[in-house]
């Protein structure tokens, strides 16, 4: 059921998009949405668990949020918010789309 609430949401969120003249869209993108959706997918999940699972994934999400944001501001001599927030989120997207399909296959082997 979770993965057709996605793919719906995706879906609409692109028609809505094309609907927006291209001058005045925004840099985001429908997949821009994932992390969100993934937390509380995650969440669903994992909430009957004895273990702490969902804590144990936002911990990591925010440790390796601070080690990017140090990387990114060393390596570049500067943080400029625009290009770092996009980047940041993009690596969100991934991470919390592998911890989802982790979670998705714990679940599966129970």
């Not at 949405?33 to 969902?54: E, N, V, Y």
Request: aromatic share 18%; charged share 15%.
């Amino acid at each position: 059921m979770q993965i057709i609430i996605l793919i719906a949401v995706l879906f609409i969120l692109r028609v809505f998009r094309n609907l927006i003249p291209k001058a005045q869209r925004p840099r985001l993108r429908p997949i821009d949405c994932l992390p969100l959706l993934s937390l509380w997918f995650i969440w669903q999940l994992s909430h009957t668990w004895a273990d702490p699972w969902f804590a144990a994934i936002v911990f990591i999400w925010m440790v390796i949020s601070i080690i990017l944001t140090l990387w990114w501001g060393f390596s570049k001599g500067e943080l400029l918010w625009n290009k770092f927030l996009l980047f940041y989120w993009r690596m969100t997207d991934i991470l919390l789309l592998l911890a989802y399909l982790v979670t998705l296959i714990r679940v599966l082997i129970r």
